[in-house]
């Protein structure tokens, strides 16, 4: 298996620390508004990414945190008379079920930035120990300098880190600086009235880049074998990230550093921006599109490639996925049928080519297209056999049982065909068992009366040559 990544710039052979065992990090949200569309892109990337390594047998520990403090948590906090910690339960809450909306598998631990300040003091005391960080009126740096590998994720140079550094930088901060390479790993409150903590330095807040260093390394160990996050962050965040961790432990801190592409919209492909007014939240958009629906667009584009949002391009996401739906559903009709089964070579040949052909993208740093193309070749082959008057049984089984395991790897759930009708459906039942009835009596104008009526109800009817078949809205 090949991973692209990041840090060498270059696709490698995947070898976890563990053999079966996957440990990974991934940046999440900070959480002063609902998750937007860039958010979702990231969280549905690496769940698709995960999904796909418990699809290969191996186990795996995700960890990804809530950024719970920051100045924007604070200015929206003031701005709408709340304390932080509310402002974050409630974008907590909320990302928790936008992200079970869209099936993102939660992780198997959510750590938040505020309740980790001891790890995160402890942490920075080992760092001004070790002279890698200092204090300065009150607040922590990071000694830049003093780790001679900075610039290595993001293939920049000091110096030219140097020229664009002291751009957009508070001038208190800036003259309490040693470098203006160095960043904050503990910043003093600047009013009385912010929410800090109790630390040797000040009553103050961790930086953001800190935070993510002391929850890989306490959750997961020193090093691990993959850490994800949007490209954005790639600089300064985990470049930041790395100097931190690594000047601490001694040790590599990431073996595999992966990002994901960022969101377009619209027609011409406008980045998202704030100055655009542009951010689709997740929480507005699903009032009018079907989770599964965006969900499945978003995981069909490899992870490192932009995603244009647009309806037409959902549109066609709908289309293939409805697609795998009704082959789906017309196999497990079939086989609800008892009838003679032969054996097809034919077949059987078309989807072992296609499980190893789903692997071999899927394997190729998570080629999610090849591997969707190759599952929309096997539906023309599955489609015809299953009007055939006899077919091979196992094999049809064996469609539905890989389909939905390829599938499930998207988050995409397939609707099985008999549990689409609910139970306290009486009036339903008595209808479809009245047009059996009516069609075995040749009585047409009947069997058409009937139809209508469960048409109306959101119950399609079918007749095939192995009998009566319905579907449901
Ligand atoms: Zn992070």
């Keep these: 298996m090949k991973i692209f990544n990041t840090l060498t710039r270059q696709k490698e052979d995947f070898k976890p620390i563990e053999p079966g065992k996957i440990r990974m990090y991934v940046c999440g949200p900070t959480v002063y508004n609902y998750i937007h569309l860039g958010n979702a892109r990231s969280a549905i990337a690496f769940d698709t990414i995960r999904r796909y390594f418990e699809f290969k047998g191996y186990q795996v520990t995700y960890v990804s945190n809530f950024t719970d403090v920051d100045d924007r ?33 939660p992780a198997s631990l959510h750590p938040r930035a505020t309740h980790e300040i001891d790890a995160i ?5 080992v760092l001004i120990a070790k002279g890698a960080a200092y204090e300065a009126d009150g607040d922590v740096y990071f000694r830049t300098r003093s780790f001679p590998n900075y610039g290595q994720l993001s293939g920049q140079n ?12 508070d001038p208190v901060e800036q003259a309490r600086k040693e470098d203006p390479l160095d960043f904050a790993l503990w910043k003093a409150r600047k009013r009385s009235d912010e929410i800090a903590w109790p630390s040797p330095w000040s009553l103050g807040r961790p930086g953001w880049h800190i935070e993510c260093s002391v929850m890989s390394t306490k959750y997961l160990g020193d090093t691990i074998d993959i850490h994800g996050g949007g490209e954005d962050l790639e600089f300064p965040h985990h470049e930041n990230e790395i100097a931190q961790s690594e000047a601490k432990t001694g ?3 990431v073996h595999y550093w992966m990002h ?7 027609p011409e492909a406008q980045k998202m921006s704030k100055s655009l007014h542009n951010f689709v939240t997740v929480h507005d958009l699903l009032k009018s599109v079907e989770p599964q629906t965006l969900r499945f667009f978003m995981a069909s584009v490899q992870y490192r490639r932009p995603i244009n949002y647009s309806l037409n391009n959902l549109k066609q996401a709908t289309i293939i996925l409805d697609r795998f739906q009704q082959a789906f559903q017309t196999a497990q009709f079939r086989l609800t049928k008892d009838g003679q089964s032969v054996v097809s070579p ?34 023309p082959v599955m489609n015809q056999h299953l009007t055939e008057k006899t077919v091979d049984l196992a094999q049809v089984k064996r469609f539905c049982q890989d389909l939905s395991s390829w599938l499930r790897v998207f988050g995409v759930t397939l609707k099985q065909e008999t ?3 609910k139970e ?3 009036h339903v039942q008595k209808l479809l068992a009245a047009r059996k009835k009516a069609r075995q009596e040749k009585d047409w104008d009947r069997s058409d009366e009937l139809r209508e009526q469960l048409e109306r109800l959101g119950v399609h009817v079918q007749d095939t040559p192995q009998g009566m078949r319905w579907t449901r809205d």
């Design 158 to 169: 000091i110096e030219a880190l140097e020229n664009g550094a002291s751009e957009h930088v």
């Design 260 to 266: 994901n592409g960022f969101v377009t919209v619209g």
């Design 424 to 426: 306290n459906d009486d």
């Design 251 to 253: 040790k590599t801190f």
């Design 73 to 105: 948590m604070i200015q929206e906090a003031r701005r709408e008379k709340i304390t932080v910690p509310q402002l974050a339960d409630r974008f907590i809450t909320a990302f928790l079920k936008d992200t079970a909306a869209l099936n993102i598998e």
């Design 346 to 379: 034919e077949l059987k040949e078309m989807i072992d080519r296609t499980e190893k052909q789903f692997v071999s993208a899927m394997d190729d740093d998570f080629n999610v297209q090849n591997a969707l193309s190759a599952i929309y070749d096997l539906l």
């Design 121 to 125: 003091i402890a942490f920075i005391q």
């Design 419 to 421: 549990t689409a009708l």
